[in-house]
């Protein structure tokens, strides 16, 4: 089963942020973070700093699909902002907020490990 690393919800859960985060394969991690704008407003690709120039060496792919870029070296800094999504499916949103919800009823919080 697929899952999202990384869902950050708005205070008022307006907004859903996604982050994808992968060490150095930043490829299958571009996809994922593709296919989260359909419920997220926000996507964002997280690779580490060691191979972030990886993925900067591509930077037009990611601000051509909206795609923010952060680098993790212990803090995390956001290279590319992620343009605002618009294609969100109320499906798939809905699901997510379903899922969070059930995690948020089984451990008292949405913050969750697997």
């Known amino acids: 089963m697929k899952h ?4 950050c919800v708005s205070t008022n859960l307006r907004k859903l942020t ?9 490829r299958t991690g571009y996809r994922q973070a593709v296919h989260h704008k359909i419920f997220a407003e926000n996507s964002y ?3 580490s700093a060691k191979y972030a120039h ?7 792919l990611f601000e051509n699909a909206g795609i923010g870029i952060l680098e993790i070296d212990g803090n995390v800094r956001e290279l590319v902002k992620p343009r605002f999504s618009k294609d969100i499916f109320p499906s798939y949103r809905r699901l997510i907020f379903e899922t969070l919800e059930k995690r948020k009823q089984v451990n008292n919080s949405w913050k969750t490990k697997e």
């Open 18 to 26: 996604a982050i994808e985060v992968k060490v150095k394969d930043w």
């Open 54 to 60: 990886r993925v900067l060496g591509h930077i037009d």
């Open 4 to 7: 999202i690393d990384i869902v």
């Open 45 to 47: 690709l997280a690779v």
